[in-house]
């Protein structure tokens, strides 16, 4: 248990962490909470400790949870707890299996399509992600694809948390999230997951911002899953960005 305190103060740089005895150990850390393995199907996303940002995502996480209810294309949420929130195990997130393992063609389809279902659904239950990207498509023991991380997410009578990183957000006026912005997000996401790296993986983004503005985008016509063609048009045609 020291080694878990002193990992997690070093990389957070706050004050002694402890977790319930439940958690066996930490296995991941990020911005709305820790993330800690209970045994080989549960995990705990706990709360960091007197953070009221981390307070605040995890508990719109929960309120997001109880809204989607269960699907099969969706972490499974199991319970809300006085640490957090505890959710089903995950191997890992799709980003970094594809940096770590040599996938086919036929996967990456697979994950596409469920990620597509995913997140019709979500927006069926009035729920706005709000950070589609690849980080956030998790795969099972069985390699299917499941959505998660739904801190900064909102509904209909809640304002969004957090907002895309640059290459998966739609240029607009208003950075208020909508289905197009959703679809945007997912057309970069199915990029990513088909070319195994990030829309402009080598631009900063300032630049990455400036070519969506200017209505230029990556080239997809080599990828085979032409669905990516799809979310970055609308049904006339005409780039999202466009006027």
């Avoid at 199907?41 to 709360?47: A, C, D, F, G, R």
């Avoid at 953070?51 to 995890?58: A, L, M, R």
């Avoid at 070319?195 to 300032?206: A, F, R, S, T, V």
Wanted: net charge negative.
């Amino acid at each position: 248990m020291g080694s878990q305190q002193q990992t997690y103060q070093r990389i957070t740089k706050t004050r002694v962490f402890t977790p319930p005895k439940e958690v066996e150990y930490i296995v991941g850390f990020g911005t709305s909470g820790i993330v800690g393995a209970i045994n080989d199907y549960e995990v705990l996303k706990m709360y960091k400790t007197d953070d009221q940002h981390s307070i605040n995502e995890i508990n719109r996480e929960i309120l997001i949870y109880k809204i989607l209810g269960s699907h099969e294309n969706i972490i499974g949420f199991i319970e809300a707890t006085e640490r957090g929130i505890k959710l089903e195990r995950m191997k890992g997130n799709i980003r970094t299996y594809i940096e770590s393992n040599e996938v086919d063609i036929t996967d990456r389809v697979k994950w596409c399509k469920q990620m597509c279902i995913g997140m019709a659904y979500i927006h069926e239950k009035g729920v706005f992600h709000c950070d589609i990207n690849a980080s956030n498509m998790f795969l099972d023991k069985n390699l299917n694809l499941k959505i998660g991380d739904f801190a900064g997410s909102c509904s209909e009578n809640t304002e969004p948390l957090v907002m895309e990183d640059a290459r998966y957000t739609l240029p607009r006026d208003n950075y208020t999230p909508n289905v197009k912005s959703e679809i945007f997000a997912l057309g970069s996401t199915m990029y990513e997951i088909m070319q195994g790296k990030k829309p402009y993986n080598n631009l900063d983004d300032e630049e990455v911002e400036k070519r969506y503005r200017s209505q230029e985008f990556p080239d997809t016509s080599n990828i085979q899953y032409m669905g990516v063609q799809l979310c970055r048009r609308d049904g006339s045609g005409d780039m999202f960005g466009g006027s």
